[in-house]
């Protein structure tokens, strides 16, 4: 992009509500790098992600590529402190103005999540491409990870399936693309900071966000990960609006078919609807939370995340592993 470009949309940026008290350098004076306060006796907890648009419109992509960037640390019990941007646009070929429409919406989100903006880089690239560099803090001894399930755990899953078969619907222009994207959009802009804070607040140990590999693959990691087996029932899953509609017309991503072929070895789904399973092993964009939850807390649990206004269902239980057997087993 020409000289001076970059600064002259970094300028119609809103303030950053939150750089005052965690930055102890400014973006305005072009520094290197950027030095930033951490409170005492916490963790670090850093993920990165950036992918092409899923939407048409710059400022909505922008704000579902903060908000999945964002969901890593929620879904290990982290809060949002800081975050990066991450940048690739077609200068020569498109208007600055989208650029400006995309970090607006990457700085909205990234605000909204309690999270001061520390800085950035871009590059020229023929495609766009946008995320944010995160990091949170978290309590060294009080976090969830991938390892931790145990037998009897209960399985909430806190957003509706069925984003990559809308994104791709509306990247083919199918009729009705426009209301596709207001539903994609309402999704996966979402923040995943209610299970956030359940997670922080009771003490969930095991959880993952459901992003490129689906439910099925992030779950089968979680599985592996702690040598156990599960079951989940299709028929509890809340879907999207058209989500099983797209699915019976074929807008299955070819990533969503990949993640079934790659793990089909560890899942039985012989009872149930093969398009169901398609859904299950949809590749999501800034998908929901899989929580792993002992029994004595699903009420609870239940209770906090629906009183934010998520939806939240039981899906299916953890058992002990069979050598030989699959790990997942997907009923009706």
Known sequence: MAPGDLERVLKTLPADPWAAGRLLTSSGRNEDASIVRIPAGKALVQTVDFFTPIVNDPYKFGQIAAANALSDVYAMGGDPWCAM?????????????????????????????????????????????????????????????????????????TKALGTGLLATAIKGRRSGHQELEDILYRSAARLNAAPGRVIRSLGIKAATDITGFGLGGHLLEMLDASDLAAV?????????????????????????????????????????????????????????????????????????????????????????????????????
């Open 85 to 157: 941007n991450i940048v690739c646009f077609p200068a020569k070929s498109l208007d600055i103005t989208v650029l400006a429409a995309i970090l607006a919406g990457g700085a909205d989100k990234t605000a909204e999540a309690g999270a001061a903006l520390a800085g950035g880089h871009s590059v020229e690239d023929p495609e766009v491409k946008f995320g944010l560099a995160v990091t949170g803090i978290i309590t060294p001894d009080a976090f969830a990870d991938n390892g931790s399930l145990r037998p009897d755990d209960q399985l909430v899953v």
């Open 232 to 332: 989940i029932h299709a028929g509890r899953l809340a879907m999207l609006p058209y989500a099983l509609q797209l699915a019976a017309e074929g807008f299955l991503p070819g990533g969503s078919h990949a993640n079934r072929m790659h793990r089909q070895n560890d899942y039985n789904a012989d009872s149930t609807d093969a398009l169901l399973t398609d859904i299950i092993f949809d590749a999501q964009t800034s998908g929901g939370i899989i929580l792993a939850v002992p029994p004595a807390q699903v009420n609870e649990v239940l209770a906090r995340l629906r009183d934010d206004g998520e939806i939240a269902d039981v899906i299916g239980e953890v058992l002990p592993h069979v050598p030989g057997k699959p790990r997942l087993t997907i009923l009706p």
